[in-house]
């Protein structure tokens, strides 16, 4: 069993699923034997470019290869459950995009569901397989950064405006699921602003802030209608202070000693603020293809009894966080507890 490969089918082969065919394929654990979608024109391109598998519109007919063992899911959001909850009631584990659902009680579903046919479901939060993720959370396990304190997410570019869903729910997954790996525990509460510039009313440019309690917040900014691409996140912490600048070729991360220091407090109450002004670090972390990482791990988790860095019930928490973001846009950037 640990030597057979494992038998894959992707659905959905618009702009993502090329990626992760593409990985799968080049795994030696794994052998892409179907690529479904409805549009012939990708169906077409799925044959061009992997002719090994079976291109079709029909997901059912994938469904019923008993060879098929993982489902991976790379269509519209609002897709997601419907096709996820047929997999896992054909027997297959499910490998889904990120966010795992549009509501959570979907999410929550699946997740059951999962459970009581005994198969995994894995969500492609793809930034926790980057190298400098990983390097990001052994820093913050090892406590080398210290009392997290703050996050700072920029994520802007010229975006495609989707159809089906704002960009909240388009970008921010990254940034929930890094944030959720590195502060560990779910946010208190949640703030969310953002405005709509086109007919359908979807929100394209917005800002997040989320409070976990015990010091550490995080401001996120997430937008379809920038000239310019960023993706920067500062994780501060009472130690050590981290840039990670994921659009450098090299040198993604810098660990900067800074930081201040409150001295004492005066009979006014005026802060006596010292500054620590220490080195920079650039450390060498080798490059690799995230999710080249996440189908190594995926492919383990059903071998060899890996346990998975993203499964459905960090999903749900994703989910569960997005919900209560849209629920404060709509009430514009009422404060949301998620107790
Ligand atoms: N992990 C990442 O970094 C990342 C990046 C981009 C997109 N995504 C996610 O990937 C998913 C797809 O996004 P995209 O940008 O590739 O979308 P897309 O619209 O480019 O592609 C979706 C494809 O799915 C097909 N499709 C739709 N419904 C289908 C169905 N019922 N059965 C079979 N095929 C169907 C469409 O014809 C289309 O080709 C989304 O969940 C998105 O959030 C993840």
């Not at 054909?90 to 059951?112: C, M, R, Y």
């Not at 703050?150 to 960009?167: K, P, S, W």
């Not at 310019?228 to 009472?238: E, P, S």
Request: hydrophobic share 45%; glycine share 6%.
């Amino acid at each position: 069993m640990a030597d057979e490969p494992v038998f894959v089918a992707v659905v959905g082969f618009g702009y993502w699923g090329p990626n992760l065919v593409r990985n799968f394929a080049r795994n030696p654990r794994a052998r892409v034997t179907w690529i479904c979608d409805l549009d012939p024109g990708r169906r077409r391109a799925a044959e061009r470019d992997f002719p090994q598998a079976r291109a079709s519109a029909s997901v059912d007919d994938m469904l019923r290869d008993a060879q098929v063992e993982l489902v991976v899911i790379a269509t519209p959001i609002s897709t997601h459950f419907d096709l996820a909850r047929r997999a896992l009631e054909a027997g297959k584990h499910v490998l889904v995009e990120k966010p795992l659902t549009a509501e959570v009680a979907q999410a929550e579903a699946l997740v059951d569901l999962a459970r009581r046919v005994d198969r995994r479901l894995f969500v492609d939060h793809t930034y926790l397989f980057t190298p400098e993720v990983r390097y990001l959370r052994d820093l913050v396990a090892r406590g080398d950064l210290g009392q997290l304190l703050y996050f700072d997410g920029v994520r802007i570019n010229l975006g495609l405006f989707q159809t089906d869903h704002d960009v909240v729910w388009d970008l921010a997954p990254h940034d929930l699921s890094i944030l959720l790996a590195l502060a560990g525990r779910p946010p208190r509460s949640v703030v969310c602003v953002g405005s709509s510039h086109t007919a359908s009313g979807l929100t394209d440019v917005a800002m997040l802030h989320l409070d976990f309690g015990d010091q550490l917040t995080a401001n996120v900014h997430v937008n379809w209608l920038s000239p310019v691409k960023v993706r920067h996140v500062i994780v501060a912490g009472t130690r050590r202070m981290v840039l990670y600048n994921d659009l450098e070729a090299t040198e993604k991360v810098r660990l900067y000693d800074r930081g201040i220091e409150v001295t004492d407090a005066d009979a006014q109450r005026r802060a006596a603020v010292g500054y620590r002004l220490g080195d920079v670090l650039i450390p060498h972390i080798p490059a690799r293809e995230a999710l080249a990482v996440e189908v190594e791990e995926v492919v383990a988790c059903l071998r060899d009894g890996a346990t998975p860095t993203s499964p459905g019930e960090l999903g749900v928490e994703v989910v569960r966080v997005l919900e209560a973001l849209g629920r404060s846009l709509e009430r514009r950037g009422e404060r949301i507890d998620l107790d």
